[in-house]
Nanobody
Framework: QVQLVESGGGLVQAGGSLRLSCAAS????????MGWFRQAPGKERAFVAA????????VYADSVQGRFTISRDNAKNTLYLQMNSLKPEDTAVYYC???????????????????WGQGTQVTVSS
């Protein structure tokens, strides 16, 4: 089992940048598919980006492609989400997720991830 803790959220103006971090602890000796999701008020949790277990494949939601970058530092057991050119519609609680069972292509469905962090709020003002 792995525990996930997100950090780095905050308030930023439109056009600004933030970097989210997700620190993993517990069974970090295993290679997990890891992803970022977000949930805005009144909306369902939505896929943002994911990184495959072997680190060779990353996928992004169309709405963030070219603006967000997912990466991980295995030595620090930390997943990152660099968010540039932020827009008000990016406002949401951002969650980190992990799973051992997903294959080489990262999954986009939240239901396929077993482990979740508590979330970090990102607010983008116009």
């Amino acid at each position: 089992q792995v525990q996930l803790v997100e950090s780095g959220g905050g308030l930023v103006q439109a056009g600004g940048s933030l970097r989210l971090s997700c620190a993993a602890s517990g069974r970090t000796d295993r290679r997990y598919t890891m992803g970022w999701f977000r949930q805005a008020p009144g909306k369902e949790r939505a896929f943002v980006a994911a990184d495959s277990r072997n680190g060779r494949t990353t996928v992004y939601a169309d709405s963030v492609q070219g603006r967000f970058t997912i990466s991980r530092d295995n030595a620090k057991n930390t997943l990152y989400l660099q968010m540039n050119s932020l827009k008000p519609e990016d406002t949401a609680v951002y969650y980190c997720a992990a799973d051992l069972r997903i294959g080489t292509i990262p999954a986009r469905a939240p239901s396929l991830y077993a482990y979740w962090g508590q979330g970090t709020q990102v607010t983008v003002s116009s």
